[in-house]
């Protein structure tokens, strides 16, 4: 097994949060001050700085401050160690999925002749005995 520092969970538990997830990604288009990320959000300026302190305790943000304003930007590097993380796992679950996938059609093939015949059987008659067409 591969063993991985626990320094993932500080990144999965930034990430878990969509205000999180949008920071980062406009982040990764520009660095940004923490006023300028709070625009598009209905929340408070120290909503906003608790959100940028679980980013910069998961390593995912660098504040720096510049006169009276800090500035943030993206550290992509430990997004790197977690997409590694669920790369492994990937493999396992194609596999598992891969499998599930043939039962599936395994059962339906053996299981459709069946249903057929037993709907064919219970299916009413176009004619009672003794009708005549009209």
């Known amino acids: 097994m591969v063993n991985y520092p626990d320094s ?19 982040l990764a288009s520009s ?17 906003i700085s608790k959100h940028l302190r679980v980013l910069e305790n998961g390593g995912l943000l660098a504040r720096e401050k510049e006169g009276r304003n800090y500035h943030c930007r993206l550290e992509a590097e430990p997004l790197k160690s977690a997409a590694e993380w669920i790369a492994h796992y990937q493999a396992f679950w194609d596999k598992q999925l891969g499998a599930l996938a043939n039962l599936l059609n395994e059962t339906e093939t053996r299981e459709k002749p069946t249903w057929q015949r037993s709907r064919q059987a219970s299916r009413p008659p176009d004619k009672f005995p003794g009708e005549t067409e009209t």
């Open 8 to 26: 993932l969970s500080p990144v999965f538990s930034a990430l878990a949060d969509p205000t999180r997830r949008a920071i980062l990604e406009r």
């Open 31 to 47: 660095n940004l001050c923490v006023t300028e990320l709070a625009e598009p959000y209905e929340m408070s300026l120290p909503a």
